[in-house]
């Protein structure tokens, strides 16, 4: 299964864009790229995910390079409610398994 | 709503007793997990079940035990041979598990050792 890497932490001044990279290398054609985000002492909320395509939803965008070597997601406007730890896992196609990281702790500034 | 209920909130055994977390879901998915989650960590793999009375080992199974006799719930012991039990406890389900679907987790059961 590919690894993810990504950076410890990150800072964010509210109302301003988040984008939060992820290298995943060694991923391979049938692998998805899937965001999830932790609230401290609650479960991972599912935010996007993607194969080789561009996504978007109401949440982020999820931006996946062409050669899918790594992928960024998109906070377009970060409020404070959206510090958390942000998890970038790939998940090979027709598996049960998640592997995660330790993910980006995302502070977003007032 | 729909969802996953993960029951109690908060946990404390004493060493030496075994303890059984609950986890029950109404999303219809047929896939449900057990996560392990410590201190700064990600999550790691204790079991899961694609299918009712069907479950299989994740990567960290010793010292666990499942059971899955209904669709909607999947129940995680936490036997004596478990040796760090202390931890953060996350149920999951997803659809079938030949999907891209993505997993939708509990909020989870913080078990504490006295």
């Known amino acids: 299964d590919a690894k993810t890497t990504q950076p410890p932490s990150m800072d964010c001044a509210e109302g301003r864009a988040a984008n939060l990279p992820c290298n995943h290398s060694t991923i391979s054609g049938n692998e998805y790229v899937y965001w999830y985000r932790q609230i401290h002492s609650q479960g991972p909320q599912y935010i996007i995910h993607?194969?080789?395509n561009n996504e978007t939803n109401e949440m982020a965008s999820l931006i996946i390079t062409e050669d899918r070597k790594s992928s960024t997601l998109i906070l377009p406007h970060a409020t404070l409610r959206d510090t958390a730890v942000y998890y970038c896992?790939?998940?090979?196609?027709?598996?049960?398994?998640?592997?995660f990281g330790t993910g980006t702790r995302l502070k977003v500034l007032a | 709503d729909g969802g996953i209920t993960q029951s109690p909130k908060y946990l404390f055994r004493k060493e030496g007793q075994n303890v059984t977390l609950s986890c029950e879901q109404n999303l219809n998915h047929d896939a449900m997990y057990w996560y392990r989650q410590d201190p700064g960590q990600g999550l790691r793999l204790i079991y899961y079940?694609?299918?009712?009375?069907?479950?299989q080992k994740g990567d960290i199974a010793e010292g666990y035990s499942v059971s899955r006799e209904k669709k909607e719930s999947f129940p995680l012991t936490v036997t004596s041979a478990q040796k760090n039990p202390t931890a953060f406890y996350l149920c999951?389900?997803?659809?079938?598990?030949?999907?891209?679907?993505?997993?939708?987790f509990g909020d989870g059961t913080r078990l504490s050792i006295l």
């Open positions: 079940s694609q299918i009712v009375n069907d479950f």
């Open positions: 999951a389900s997803s659809g079938t598990d030949y999907s891209n679907q993505p997993q939708h």
């Open positions: 896992i790939v998940r090979r196609r027709r598996t049960y398994k998640y592997i």
């Open positions: 993607g194969l080789k």
